[in-house]
């Protein structure tokens, strides 16, 4: 099928949608609660957005989105399949000297991962990490928005 549209505007439509994809589906991971539609609607955002990151992103969007990942589907208690997510992002970002707000997120969904996965030890482990780091993050701002997503998650 023939279009009109040209690569650079094919480009700025997979990095629009990756943005506001992943917007959503942090937006509607941050809700104390969710419906079911809610449920879906971040399940479909949170792969809508790494679907575009892989269109024309890089290794570290790429990790950012299975970070996203691994925290939707353990937030849905999709555990072994949050834990794969989380753990391939959380290597690549450790990896890589990532801001301490991203290592904060990092352990945060590792152990969110964990524990939707029955890994009762690793939660444990990484939930504290995650606590630790995140009352290290130094902007105050990107401290909150830590805070705002990790008070969610099950505590040990």
């Known amino acids: 099928m023939p279009t009109d549209i040209s690569p650079d505007e094919i480009e700025r439509s997979h990095r629009w949608h990756a943005v506001e994809c992943n917007n959503l589906a942090w937006q509607l991971s941050d809700l104390a609660s969710r419906t079911h539609r809610q449920d879906e609607e971040m399940l479909d955002a949170a792969h809508a957005s790494a679907f575009h990151w892989a269109r024309v992103g890089n290794e570290l969007h790429a990790a950012r989105a299975k970070l996203l990942l691994g925290h939707v589907h353990a937030a849905l208690g999709l555990g072994q399949t949050a ?47 995650a606590q630790a780091l995140g009352k290290a993050i130094a902007d105050p701002e990107e401290r909150e928005i830590f805070f705002r997503t990790f008070r969610l998650i099950p505590g040990p």
């Open 83 to 129: 834990f794969a997510y989380a753990q391939q992002s959380f290597d690549f970002l450790v990896a890589h000297a990532p801001a301490d707000w991203e290592a904060a997120f990092a352990h945060a969904v590792l152990a969110h991962a964990a524990f939707a996965a029955g890994e009762k030890s690793l939660h444990r482990q990484y939930h504290a990490r």
